[in-house]
T-cell receptor, first 113, second 108 residues
């Protein structure tokens, strides 16, 4: 298994500001992903965090709005930039190690006011 | 493009009754399918994967490629089964696509 620590667990932010969410894994993993879960909705993949290179974004998500870093095989950050109330969601980090299933962090509940 | 459909948003059953959560998928390749569960105030966790063909907490799920389905079943629901259930498909690049989720409530 993989133990994932995601910080912060929740935050309330002013519109126009940015929030950086951290995801730390207790051991090296092959893949790291960031998902968004809007209120009453399912999980939607934002991007794949690539170690040492730019993240790969899904349709509808762009780097300027959701910059992602992954400096090594156990850590990644997702920034939600220039926030608006529509960004209020739960953001989840997910990791995958070859031969196992995907593991999820506990999520960051973001409220933009 | 891959797609996962869970037609039931809410499912309410009595304790001891059978429960079935429906999941249909579309995917051009060879799918890898999962059921994830989220109990109240807990993180999302794996319940079942189709390749293991095992029963977890009394739940089973069979992949039917002809009907492109992966329905989750349990013959006798328990109160602790009350949770949110997500069907998910993993593509060759390891990305997961989730269904909309089904909230299961088991009543005493």
């Amino acid at each position: 298994s993989a133990v994932i620590s995601q910080k912060p667990s929740r935050d309330i932010c002013q519109r126009g500001t940015s929030l950086t969410i951290q995801c730390q894994v207790d051991s090296q993993v092959t893949m790291m992903f960031w998902y968004r879960q809007q209120p009453g909705q399912s999980l939607t993949l934002i991007a794949t965090a690539n170690q040492g290179s730019e993240a790969t974004y899904e349709s509808g998500f762009v780097i300027d709005k959701f910059p992602i870093s992954r400096p090594n095989l156990t850590f990644s950050t997702l920034t939600v930039s220039n926030m608006s109330p529509e960004d209020s969601s739960i953001y989840l980090c997910s990791v995958f190690r070859a031969g196992t299933e995907a593991f999820f962090g506990q999520g960051t509940r973001l409220t933009v006011v | 493009a891959q797609r996962v459909t869970q037609p039931e948003k809410l499912l309410s059953v009595f304790k001891g009754a059978p429960v079935e959560l429906k999941c249909n998928y579309s995917y051009s390749g060879s799918p890898e399918l999962f059921w994830y569960v989220q109990y109240s105030r807990q993180r999302l966790q794996l319940l079942l994967r189709h390749i293991s063909r095992e029963s977890i907490k009394g739940f089973t799920a069979d992949l039917n490629k002809g009907e492109t389905s992966f329905h989750l079943k349990k013959p006798f629901a328990q109160e602790e089964d009350s949770a949110m259930y997500y069907c998910a498909l993993r593509s060759n690049d390891y990305k997961l696509s989730f269904g909309a989720g089904t909230t299961v409530t088991v009543r005493a």
